[in-house]
C-alpha cells in the first residue's frame, strides 16, 4: 500500500502515544487513509532520555529539526512541544518549509492564533487541532463540521479534568482542597503547579477557541471572566448535595442579542442532568444548536492515548485531504471574524448561591435579607443547619455590646446560612455580598457560586 510520511516533534506524553498508534496499529490508520502513514522521523531535545512505552525503529529518532523540515517526503507534522517557545517559532518554521500541522497545544493557539493561521494560509497549508480541547473527545470537527448546520445557541463544558478529577475527590471522600489536589499530582492529573487547571485558565483557553468555531468570533482569552476551585470548599458540595446539585467547574458560551456571553466558574449544576454526573479527570461538552437541539460529548479529556487519538485522526484527515478542504473554507483566526469582548460580566443574569458563617442568634438573617432587598436580590430558599454550629473563641475586648449576650465563657456560636436566590446579575450579587460580609455578625470569608440549568 502507498505510504504518506510523516512526523513527530516532541515526545513527551502525548508524542510516544502519538507513535505508538502509528507504529502498532499501521493497518488501522490504513484502513481510513487509504495508505499507511509511516512514522519517518521523531525529533527529540533529548536524546538519552528513557522512552520505555515505545519501541521506535532505528533512526527514526533525531535531535535535529532540519531532518524534518528538509525532507520534502514529509508532508504532515504532529507538532507536540506544549508552552508558547518555542513552539510558536517551530510551527512557523514547519509551515513555511511546506509542511501541514497538527497540533494539541491549546495555549498556543489562544495566544498566536491568528498569526499562525494567517501565515497557515498564505502559504498554503493546514493547522489542525482537534487534540487541543477536551483531549479525546471529537468537539471540534463536531462544531466546526458536523453541526455545520446549524446556529449554536450555547456551550457548556468541563473543560478541564484536573479540576474536576479535585471535586469529585472531595465530594466523595469529604477530602480538602488541598489533599485533594495533593491526590491528584500524586496520580499525574495535576502539575507540580496546577494553577493554570485550578484557577480556571486553561478552561478558558479552550472555551476561547471553542467560541471561535461556534460563534464566529475572536475572543481574547484574558478577558474571560474566571473563578476557579480554590475557594469551594467540603461544605459547600455537602450544601449543593442538599439542594439537589453537584458543584463542577463549568465554561459556559451563549450568544445573546447584545454579544456573547462568556465565563468560567464554579457552578452548581442539577443532580441527574448529563453534567452533573462527570466524576474523575473526565470531560464532556453540552451543545445546543437550533436545529438539532442538545448534543452531549463526554470522555477522557487528557491523558496519553486519548490525545493521541485525536492527534492520529488530525493526521489522517490531513493526508487525505479532508483537513485543509475545511481549512481554507473555516478561515479560522482570519479577520473576516470579528474581535470580540465578552458581555459586561457583572451583568450576565442567573441564579446564586450563597454561604455564609453568622452569629446564631435572632435578627442576623433580617440584616442579610435587607441588604439583598436594597439589591433586587430575590431569595429561592434558606438553609440553616443547627447540628453544623461551631463555636468561635473571643476574646472580651474584640466584642462589641450587642454582642455580649450571646457570649458563654468567650465563645460565640456560629452557624452556617446558605441563600439559594432567584435570577439577578452577577453584579448585584457581588456588591450584595461584599456588604454583608462587612456585617458584624458574619465571620470569615463569604462563597458565592452561579446556580445552573
Not at 47 to 71: F, G, M, Q, T, Y
Not at 186 to 213: N, T, W
Request: glycine share 8%.
Amino acid at each position: 500500500m502507498e505510504k504518506t510520511k510523516v512526523g513527530i516533534v516532541g515526545m513527551g506524553t502525548v508524542g510516544r502515544g502519538v507513535a505508538r498508534l502509528l507504529l502498532n496499529f499501521g493497518d488501522r490508520t490504513a484502513r481510513h487513509a487509504g495508505r499507511i502513514l509511516w512514522l519517518e522521523r521523531a525529533v527529540v531535545r533529548d536524546l538519552s532520555k528513557p522512552r520505555p512505552d515505545v519501541d521506535l525503529p532505528d533512526n527514526v529518532l533525531s535531535a535535529d529539526l532540519d531532518e524534518i523540515l528538509e525532507d520534502q517526503g514529509i508532508v504532515a507534522v504532529a507538532q507536540l512541544i506544549g508552552g508558547l517557545e518555542p513552539a510558536r517559532t517551530i510551527m512557523l518554521r514547519l509551515l513555511e518549509s511546506g509542511k501541514n500541522v497538527v497540533t494539541a497545544n491549546k495555549a498556543l493557539l489562544a495566544e498566536h492564533g491568528p498569526e499562525l493561521f494567517d501565515r497557515a494560509r498564505e502559504l498554503g497549508r493546514s493547522i489542525a487541532f482537534e487534540a487541543a480541547v477536551a483531549g479525546g473527545i471529537p468537539i471540534v470537527t463536531n462544531i466546526s463540521q458536523c453541526l455545520s448546520a446549524n446556529q449554536i445557541n450555547s456551550i457548556a463544558g468541563i473543560l478541564n479534568g484536573t479540576s474536576n478529577f479535585i471535586l469529585s475527590e472531595m465530594e466523595e471522600s469529604g477530602a480538602s482542597y488541598s489533599d485533594a489536589v495533593a491526590k491528584a499530582q500524586e496520580l499525574g492529573y495535576a502539575e507540580a503547579d496546577p494553577s493554570m487547571d485550578v484557577d480556571g485558565s486553561d478552561a478558558a483557553q479552550k472555551l476561547a477557541i471553542l467560541a471561535h468555531l461556534a460563534f464566529g468570533v475572536r475572543v481574547p482569552w484574558r478577558e474571560i471572566p474566571l473563578r476557579g476551585i480554590s475557594s469551594v470548599n467540603p461544605a459547600d458540595l455537602r450544601y449543593a448535595e442538599k439542594l439537589g446539585y453537584r458543584i463542577r467547574l463549568l465554561a459556559v458560551a451563549q450568544a445573546v442579542t447584545d454579544g456573547v456571553e462568556l465565563h468560567v466558574s464554579p457552578t452548581l449544576v442539577p443532580i441527574g442532568t448529563p453534567l452533573a454526573e462527570v466524576r474523575g479527570a473526565y470531560n464532556a461538552v453540552r451543545v445546543h444548536g437550533d436545529a438539532v437541539g442538545s448534543v452531549f460529548y463526554h470522555g477522557l479529556g487528557a491523558g496519553q492515548m486519548p490525545t493521541a487519538s485525536a492527534v492520529v485522526a488530525d493526521l489522517i484527515d490531513t493526508v487525505v485531504g479532508r483537513l485543509p478542504i475545511t481549512f481554507r473554507t473555516l478561515k479560522l483566526w482570519s479577520d473576516d471574524y470579528a474581535v470580540v469582548s465578552p458581555k459586561d460580566p457583572g451583568m450576565i443574569p442567573g441564579r446564586f448561591y450563597m454561604r455564609f458563617d453568622v452569629d446564631d442568634r435572632p435578627g442576623v438573617l433580617a440584616q442579610i435579607t435587607a441588604i439583598l432587598g436594597r439589591y433586587q436580590i430575590s431569595i429561592a430558599a434558606v438553609i440553616q443547619h443547627p447540628e453544623e454550629t461551631t463555636e468561635k473563641e473571643l476574646s472580651a475586648t474584640a466584642l462589641t455590646a450587642s454582642e455580649t449576650e450571646d457570649v458563654g465563657n468567650g465563645h460565640k456560636l456560629i452557624v452556617p446560612l446558605v441563600i439559594m436566590t432567584h435570577e439577578t446579575t452577577e453584579k448585584s450579587t457581588r456588591d450584595a455580598v461584599s456588604e454583608i460580609a462587612r456585617l458584624d455578625c458574619v465571620h470569615g470569608e463569604c462563597t458565592r457560586m452561579r446556580v445552573g440549568n
